[in-house]
C-alpha cells in the first residue's frame, strides 16, 4: 500500500471517530435533559394524582356534611346581628337573676368573635345557675372571664355581682 492511501484512510477513520464522538456526546446529553424533563412529569403527575385524591376525599366529606349544614350554620352567631346575641342572653338569663346589663363590648366587625359583657346581681347559687345557662347556650361560645363580687350595700349579704366576659363565634 502506499503511504498517500493510508493517510488518507487514516484521516477518514479519525474523522469517522471524532463525529462518532461528537454524536454520542450530543445524544447523551440530549437524553439527559430528556430524562430530567420525564423525571418532573412524572413528579407533577404524582402530585396530581395526590390533589386529586385529596379533593376526592373532600367532596365525600362535603356531602356527608351537607345535610347538616343549617344545622352547624345556625350554632354561629351572625356577625352583622350582634344584638340579635344580647337581645338571646337576656332573655335566656332573665328569668334566673336580675340581669343588670349586657351589651357587646368593643365589637370589631373584622374578628370572628362577638366579644359580650353580661353583668348580673343574684345569689352564688343564682349566679352559678346563670353561668350554667350561658355556657350551654345554642351557639358556639366561650367564657373568658368571670368576675364575682359583693356590692358595697350595706347589709346585704346574699346578694353578689357576677361581671361575666365571653366572645360567640360568628359567621359572615
Not at 130 to 153: E, F, G, M, R
Request: hydrophobic content about 40%.
Amino acid at each position: 500500500m502506499n503511504k498517500k492511501h493510508l493517510i488518507y484512510v487514516s484521516s477518514k477513520t479519525f474523522a469517522a471517530i471524532m463525529v462518532l464522538i461528537i454524536c454520542i456526546a450530543y445524544f447523551s446529553k440530549v437524553t439527559s435533559l430528556v430524562a430530567g424533563d420525564i423525571k418532573k412529569q412524572k413528579s407533577l403527575k404524582s402530585q396530581l394524582n395526590n390533589e386529586l385524591i385529596f379533593k376526592k376525599s373532600l367532596e365525600s366529606e362535603y356531602e356527608l356534611a351537607k345535610p347538616h349544614l343549617e344545622e352547624l350554620k345556625s350554632k354561629f352567631a351572625t356577625k352583622s346581628n350582634p344584638e340579635e346575641v344580647t337581645a338571646y342572653l337576656e332573655s335566656l338569663i332573665n328569668d334566673s337573676v336580675a340581669v343588670k346589663s349586657v351589651k357587646v363590648s368593643n365589637n370589631n366587625a373584622a374578628q370572628d368573635k362577638i366579644p359580650v359583657e353580661i353583668q348580673i346581681m343574684g345569689s352564688l347559687k343564682e349566679i352559678e345557675e346563670c353561668v350554667k345557662k350561658i355556657d350551654q347556650n345554642k351557639y358556639y361560645s366561650l367564657i373568658t372571664n368571670t368576675d364575682i363580687s359583693k356590692p358595697a350595700v350595706a347589709g346585704d349579704n346574699s346578694s353578689y355581682i357576677a361581671n361575666i366576659k365571653l366572645e360567640f363565634y360568628t359567621r359572615d
